[in-house]
């Protein structure tokens, strides 16, 4: 905070004409002159300041009347830090900081004078001026203007000082309400000029009218189609994001005021799209203000707020073109507030859980909402309102596979009679959704193209020699060719994802579809957002009651579903136990049971994790879950992990496997060899884990290859140490490649010992004497 001193002040300004003589006045006294005199400098507002110098030459000419009063110049401090704030409200919600210290300063008994050109300088509120009057009176402080000296002591004076401040007070208020009337006035015609969001654009006279430009156009169109179709915001924003599109954005403000520019898209943007009445052809005046005013002088007003339609000053329809009738309008701002669970009670946007009830399901007891609660063993719909609110006990809990599928079942039924006349909606949408993506495309391109021909004729135009001149409108123009680039490239790739039209087959594929809704409603790619929203085109709400039974027993549910044409149904489905829950599902059994003869339990298990098959608790399934649930159902297997276990001493397993003391027998060796050929990748063996029994895969082909029938015939180009050789390997690496299939080994008798022998897997053909003799 600086204070200005008179040597400053006469500096920064002319001396203005004096406009009386330089004669003291009775009511100042030696005690007054000891003290400072105070000159308060303060103009209402930035634009004051900027183009009305001429009333703060005359404040700070107040200084020259000070000193002919009998102040010394250096006892005379300008305060002028209030330049530009207005006075209509207390200090501390406009910051006035001058006036806070100008306070202070009477406060403390440091001042003998205030002057200011008028009282209304000071304040121009009641409460902050009788403040002054008061503190001023306590200390002895004398208050002027331009016209005379006022003792706030005497009582002619302080009447005098407090009419100013009234009057001032009544003076701003009569002006305001004058502007403010004709502003009202002038709005309740509609011609009041107010700020237009992009889209809109003034025409020559002043109406509003629909932006020229057909990209803007078209974004915005989408936004309310799509929400018309989709029926969630978040859900725009999704497609918007996933089709690469973006929404236009025009600056109020800055030196990019009016200027478009293409954004992200994001749900804010997307929002205020939908809520502005502006975009439905309506003239809303008044949209945001405080939500009750306070007059001026008590403190900060309260937070601003958007109002509602009947709340607002000044509605007008049909006022001017939109993007879309007014009706429809109030029909996306209903659903909006039906989503939107913050704040009142509502049904909720449809979200990506698994429960098609989400929202719209009752308790049958106590009528409050029940919801959904998901968990890896039972996700159920649960109604805790009066547990949450008041601690009594939950008031009932029932699975969600249950009562979906017969609700589902229940639907189904109902729209099959509309299957036609859904197939050719659906059909009819999907056209009109792609049309409308390529739309937006096209014109997304051509305006990239414009601006790339723009910046090459504005570098033809430019002097070749100029060159710094030319280097930057070169940079520009590449810049612009290499965005119409990246955007021609991903155009393409949008095109490969789902912009090309739909072909004859795609079409036979969707009319099955929709002829065949309940594959449709079951199908992988239909999401839990899909089936909601179909379900709410025609159920307004569903009521659930378990009946009597202890928690966990088995029982009937009962259904009371109320459709949207005011018809109830009511449906009684039986609800399974805990012991039900807990049992393996029927198709999972007969699946194991299936494969147990011919695939070991750990093939079993991981063909069921692949296919997301979980265990009843949720869990992954390994060889020990499924063992003990053959063997709780008494399921045989066909490939035992114990040997002893084989019917027939001999006889390979479901999966063509045999014991290793089998293959021993047949092969003429001792086990413990067969364990050195699994090491080396000759020989294909099983072992569930270690210190477990090992089974071999021992085919004819496998036989032939071990016991010297196929290296009889010829086959086997090296020795081992020659293969190294040959093949540039080690002993490790050539397992390797035994292992993953790239040599083959044959096991040949040579005298009286057995060698091994390996050929290449693409070149495994026999090998004559001779051939072999100039090999080594």
């Not at 005379?148 to 302080?158: H, K, L, V």
């Not at 339609?309 to 879309?324: A, F, K, M, S």
């Not at 085109?537 to 029982?555: F, K, S």
Request: net charge positive.
């Amino acid at each position: 905070m600086s204070l200005t001193t008179l040597a400053v002040a006469q500096h920064a300004v002319a001396p203005a004409p004096a406009l009386h003589p330089p004669v003291g006045d009775p009511k100042i006294t030696p005690r007054h002159l000891a003290r400072q005199a105070l000159i308060y400098v303060r103009q209402s507002s930035p634009t004051q300041v900027q183009r009305h110098p001429e009333s703060a030459r005359r404040q700070y000419a107040l200084a020259e009347r000070a000193q002919r009063l009998g102040w010394p110049a250096e006892q005379v401090t300008i305060i002028d830090e209030d330049q530009g704030k207005s006075g209509a409200g207390s200090a501390a919600t406009h910051e006035r900081d001058g006036f806070a210290q100008l306070v202070s300063a009477v406060g403390l008994g440091d001042v003998g004078l205030l002057l200011a050109l008028e009282v209304s300088r000071f304040a121009r509120n009641s409460a902050e001026w009788y403040r002054l009057l008061e503190l001023a009176a306590l200390a002895g402080v004398l208050i002027g203007d331009e016209a005379a000296i006022y003792d706030p002591r005497a009582f002619n004076d302080r009447l005098l000082l407090g009419l100013h401040g009234t009057i001032s007070e009544v003076e701003l208020h009569c002006i305001q309400a004058r502007l403010q009337g004709a502003r009202r006035s002038k709005a309740q015609r509609g011609e009041l000029p107010l700020g237009l969001p992009v889209g809109l654009v003034r025409g020559c006279e002043g109406a509003i009218e629909l932006d020229p430009d057909q990209e803007v156009q078209g974004a915005l169109r989408t936004v309310f189609e799509q929400f018309e179709a989709l029926g969630s915001a978040n859900a725009v924003l999704r497609f918007f994001c996933e089709h690469g599109l973006r929404l236009p954005r025009r600056s109020g403000r800055g030196a990019e005021a009016g200027h478009l520019r293409w954004a992200k898209p994001s749900y804010q943007a997307i929002h205020q799209v939908l809520v502005n009445p502006i975009y439905a052809g309506a003239y809303a005046y008044g949209q945001r203000g405080a939500a009750q005013e306070m007059p001026a002088g008590l403190g900060r007003r309260g937070p601003r707020h958007r109002f509602a339609l009947d709340e607002l000053e000044v509605l007008i329809r049909d006022h001017h073109p939109g993007y879309v009738s007014w009706e429809q309008y109030l029909a996306n701002r209903a659903l909006l507030r039906d989503n939107s669970r913050q704040f009142t009670p509502s049904r909720g946007a449809p979200r990506a859980g698994q429960a098609v009830l989400q929202g719209i399901v009752f308790c049958g007891r106590c009528g409050c909402r029940m919801k959904p609660q998901y968990s890896a063993c039972s996700p159920s719909y649960r109604c805790a309102s009066r547990h949450q609110h008041y601690g009594e006990p939950v008031c009932q809990s029932l699975t969600i596979d249950h009562v979906d599928q017969a609700l589902s079942a229940t639907f189904l039924a109902v729209v099959q009679p509309a299957e036609i006349e859904a197939l050719l909606a659906l059909s009819a949408e999907l056209d009109r959704e792609q049309a409308q993506i390529e739309r937006q495309w096209e014109l997304r391109l051509e305006r990239a193209r414009y601006e790339a021909e723009r910046a090459g004729r504005q570098y033809d135009l430019c002097e070749p020699e100029n060159r710094l001149v030319a280097r930057e409108l070169e940079t520009r123009w590449n810049a612009k060719l290499r965005l119409v680039t990246e955007l021609e490239e991903e155009y393409q790739r949008e095109q490969r994802r789902g912009l090309t039209p739909l072909t004859e087959a795609e079409h036979a594929v969707l009319r099955a579809l929709v002829t065949d809704l309940p594959t449709l409603w079951s199908a992988p790619a239909t999401t839990a957002e899909e089936r909601k929203r179909l379900l709410r085109c025609l159920v307004r709400e569903v009521i659930l009651d378990r009946g009597a039974g202890a928690n966990g027993a088995g029982g009937v549910t009962t259904l009371r579903i109320g459709w949207k044409s005011g018809a109830w149904t009511e449906l009684r489905v039986r609800r399974p136990s805990t012991a039900d829950y807990a049992r393996t599902p029927r198709a999972v059994l007969e699946r194991i049971r299936a494969s147990a003869a011919r695939l070991p339990d750990e093939r079993i298990a991981e063909q069921l994790n692949a296919d997301g098959v979980p265990t009843r608790q949720g869990l992954q399934w390994t060889a020990l879950r499924v063992e003990r649930l053959r063997r709780y159902h008494q399921i045989p297997t066909g490939c035992p992990t114990m040997p002893t276990v084989l019917p027939g001493a001999g006889q390979p397993r479901g999966d063509g496997l045999v014991s290793v003391g089998v293959a021993a027998a047949r092969l003429g060796v001792a086990p413990s060899a067969l364990s050195h050929w699994r090491k080396w990748g000759f020989l294909h063996a099983e072992q569930r884990g270690p210190g477990a029994p090992l089974w071999v895969r021992l085919t004819p082909e496998d036989i032939a290859r071990l016991d010297g029938t196929l290296a009889g015939q010829g086959h086997g180009r090296w020795r081992l140490q020659e293969a190294r050789r040959v093949l540039a390997v080690t002993q490790e690496q050539l397992w390797d490649k035994a292992r993953q299939g790239e040599v083959i080994a044959y096991r040949a008798r040579v005298a009286d010992h057995w060698e091994w022998r390996v050929s290449s897997a693409d070149a495994d053909t026999p090998v004559t004497a001779g051939d072999r003799a100039r090999l080594m």
